[in-house]
């Protein structure tokens, strides 16, 4: 039962790959009475380390973790001008962030990089998700997993991903021995941000059970595990903990001297941290098991909620109470997608413009094309696959070149890529079994690429729905601050039902056209040959290709 | 035996896809006294019918034939302006073209596009070599071949291509019935400017023999065969004729009108026509079966010629006397390479240039790249497959593109796809028991690309030679111009004689270096595997894109 008071407010912060979104929601009205947006100063580290000057390797990707409290204080002092008299009626704050991205911390929770003596040390700096450098650990673990006949890979569709938390755990302890003993606990973002906000470290349930292999019954992989694959790494959850706290609890308030600097009240509650994703999915409005949310921006996530346990091929997890309590949570997704197309803008633009801003145009003529126009296909690995193959070192494929390709044509066979990859995505959990009626669609590109929400339709043969807000994670984590504070106190009692009652509106509804599907039900058995031969049969070629280019990179 | 004369000169003129390279040779010396270039007036007409606006069908590739003679009267012009003194004492001319580029004429030598009723017909103009839209009729004879097992097949490694002879005449025949009963022949370009030239219509065995099935044993394939095909379409060779006469003899001198108007003297002999690729073989002074002769510009033409017929799958043709008298001719190729770059220039640049002007800076970036840097692999199907494969619709790939991937990674990506085609034709060759030493490479990208040479050296193992001359073909015609003028005028009585007399000297020798030769034998193995799964065992899959393609163009 939610007691009604007069005003109640809560904030949700969403920690992105270049940027925090922060917002401010009212809870009587579910309106978004404020956005705002701040760039992390560092933004993403992938060529120079700042402190030295070190040129990092190919595949990392690194983060100033100093620049999330930064853009969390901006944020919050944003939205809080933005409604004056809000502040006072803030009851929650729930955070969420990019996963896997961690970072070593002393048992203080200090990030290390910011010890002047460990600050020239990549392997000090918090990791992107994607951070890609892991890769041979996560293919080592996978081997041994396999030779084991390990349990848990059940849980992960068959494969671990080198984005998740034991493969970069383990790069710092085979190559940076030091930072890796100096460091007392290797943290989720998420779970720092709320260390940070509240005083406690409260690790939560959802990245663990997602990304470091943990459940309830089972804890994380055993010790003999992880010495058969790297003998001499034991106490494999030391810098993890081995308490997790479930999403929706409180951490506790927000620490006073925070509070007061940015003007909060006393009492404030923190939600456990939560992942971008996840957090999406109770931001959207949805709640029941028909229902398959993408987010869509940088990469895409796919989530669905399921009373049972499915054990499917090809996800990328599901762990139970994942995503909303009481149901099991399932993860698939594709790793690059708006990355991919700013990928074509920076280095394939059409001669005359640069990088983003070229998009929009793109995205016009793309559109006047009809399905099958452009006579290509492509296969979206751009950053390895992660569902349903789950093979980082995959790669990126357009066929069907001709002296008449235009780069129109294969700006909208990168369109028509996410999309495929996405049926095949959709087509695997319907094949274990889950009725799927409809695609709710959120993220940059769900606002920004109509033609791309068109071509998850005609492709899938579902429609889509875009809600609203164009803010579905912070929104999700605000609701998520509201079941932290309770429903004694203007929240709420559970998230599902902070979910219905503050259900955005529809924005617009991408349905399927007949013609289009048809005309790509004939790309896609093409397609589906080409990601299966070069995918699943031959795997080898694109690994040689990538062995020799690192070859070549270090000789 | 040669008589020696006071001065002897002679004129090649080679027309390309763009232009006519016309070269002034001295019979004495070997030195090449003047070149000129003039690029056709009306261009390669692809898009937009010149007459009447009509938007062509994708495909298509189309010349003006007017334009041929314009181009060869300004090039014999300019070259006599530029030697002074040296026009009284030319003795002969040669002349060659691309192939199969042929056009329909009246009984006259009239193209029926210069006739005002017929010019608003499509298939009334001259047809490019590069004209691919014959695909299905090409398809249908080599089905009805393999059926009937049709003994020519052997002679054009098992398959016509759709570029050729018979395609071409067909589809006007199906497409065009009033074009193609308006018309008394169908030819060749290189004999209808003989024609023009000597006032007598003398067609050349070689290009009947490469591109029109004809053998001197056997004359062209049967009723037959033609009926089972296409019923209905009967007397095959009526607009070919079946008289053809062989390289290096003599069409009558240069009419008299038309040796006025260009200032020659009487009795300039006029070579029987010959092809743009096949004249260049003496024209880099090859006349071994060691070497292989390598013409690289818009496409690839490679050349070997031995004392025996062999006969190879995935070779374009051979043909007894076709290249050298005495020694069977063989014919391999590559139909996207100077084009295929082009391309990249023109549609995938990067922003602030554009098209060709882009070449040089790419070519100096990609070289500075490692073998196997990129980590991509492409194939060069970008205008389908001539070797091994003779498949008009297979399409370009390009595999391992990931988000650190630039744009020159993928121009050297295209480079190197040059390379591996050429190494499996090179393979094919060796497999069938020819014994290659060396390759000679001429043509404009031979001279323009000194990193494309390299790549040919490195991948194939064998040193590449590029010969001082830039102008092989026009200087193997005028050769050929010596021999039609004979050894008693100051001429030679053979071509191998006067190619052994005025070899050009070596400009360039690009030596294989054994460790990119190592590395590309590694990236190797993975494009012949990308090669034989999309190119034989399932070229389904870019024959249905390209299905597609048109489908959608035409809904």
Same sequence: chains 1, 2.
């Avoid at 710092?172 to 470290?201: C, K, N, P």
């Avoid at 993408?294 to 996800?315: K, R």
């Avoid at 669609?441 to 606002?447: M, R, T």
């Avoid at 579905?472 to 984590?477: D, E, L, V, W």
Wanted: proline share 6%.
């Amino acid at each position: 039962m939610r007691r009604m008071v007069q005003e109640a407010y809560a904030i949700g912060v969403d920690f992105g790959t270049a940027s925090a979104r922060t917002l401010l929601l009212d809870l009587r009205s579910g309106d978004e009475l404020a956005v705002s947006e701040f760039a992390y100063p560092h933004g993403v580290i992938v060529d120079i380390l700042p402190e030295t000057g070190e040129r990092l390797p190919s595949d990392w990707a690194l983060h100033e973790p100093a620049d999330y409290m930064v853009v969390l204080e901006r944020g919050i002092a944003s939205v809080l001008a933005e409604a004056p008299g809000a502040a006072p009626h803030v009851i929650g704050i729930g955070v969420d962030a990019t996963c896997c991205t961690v970072l070593p911390v002393t048992d203080a929770g200090v990030p290390l990089c910011d010890l002047a003596q460990w600050r020239g040390r990549p392997h000090a700096w918090a990791k992107l998700w994607k951070h890609h450098a892991a890769q041979p650990v996560a293919t080592r673990l996978n081997e041994v997993s396999v030779e084991r006949n390990e349990p848990f890979l059940a849980r992960y569709g068959g494969r671990i991903s080198s984005e998740w938390y034991f493969p970069k755990l383990i790069e710092i302890w085979l190559e940076d021995r030091e930072s890796y003993d100096a460091s007392a606990g290797f943290i989720e973002v998420t779970d720092w941000v709320v260390w940070q906000l509240s005083g406690h470290e409260r690790r939560s349930s959802c990245p663990a059970a997602y990304k470091a292999l943990w459940s309830e019954a089972g804890g994380i992989p055993s010790d003999e595990f992880f010495q058969a694959a790297y003998p001499g790494f034991s106490q494999p959850g030391a810098k993890l903990g081995d308490v997790f706290f479930p999403l929706g609890t409180s951490a506790g308030p927000v620490r006073r001297e925070l509070a007061d600097k940015l003007g909060l009240p006393a009492n404030v509650a923190v939600a456990v941290g939560n992942v971008d994703s996840f957090v999406s999915f109770p931001g959207v409005g949805a709640e029941g098991s028909d229902t398959y949310v993408m987010v869509i921006g940088t990469s895409i996530c796919d989530m669905v909620v399921h009373p049972q346990e499915i054990l499917l091929a090809g996800i990328t997890g599901v762990a139970k109470d994942g995503i909303l309590a009481g149901l099991y949570g399932y993860e698939a997704g594709q790793p690059a997608v708006g990355d991919m197309f700013g990928w074509f803008a920076d280095n394939l633009a059409p001669a005359g413009g640069s990088g983003s801003s070229l998009l929009p145009g793109l995205e016009r003529a793309a559109a006047a094309l009809a399905p099958g126009q452009t006579g290509l296909v492509a296969l979206d690995w751009w950053n390895g696959n992660r569902s349903v193959l789950a093979d980082a070192d995959l790669s990126g494929v357009l066929v069907g070149l001709t002296l008449q390709t235009t780069a129109v044509d294969i700006y909208r066979a990168l369109l028509e890529s996410t999309a495929f990859g996405n049926k095949a995505i959709l087509d695997n959990f319907v094949e274990g079994g889950l009725q799927l009626r409809e695609i709710v669609a959120c993220g940059g590109l769900a606002e920004k690429s109509p033609l791309l929400m068109q071509l998850i339709a005609d492709i899938s043969g579902l429609p889509v729905k875009v809600p609203e807000s164009s803010q579905a994670p912070a929104r999700g984590s605000a609701l998520f601050g509201a079941v932290a504070a309770g429903a004694d106190f203007g929240g709420f009692a559970t998230i599902s039902e902070a979910a219905r009652a503050l259900q955005p509106s529809v924005k617009q509804v991408y349905t399927p056209d007949p013609a289009a599907t048809a005309t790509y039900g004939a790309v896609y058995k093409i397609w589906k040959d080409l990601h299966d031969t070069l995918g699943h049969t031959h795997p080898t070629w694109m690994h040689d290709l990538k062995r020799l280019k690192r070859l070549a990179a270090t000789s």
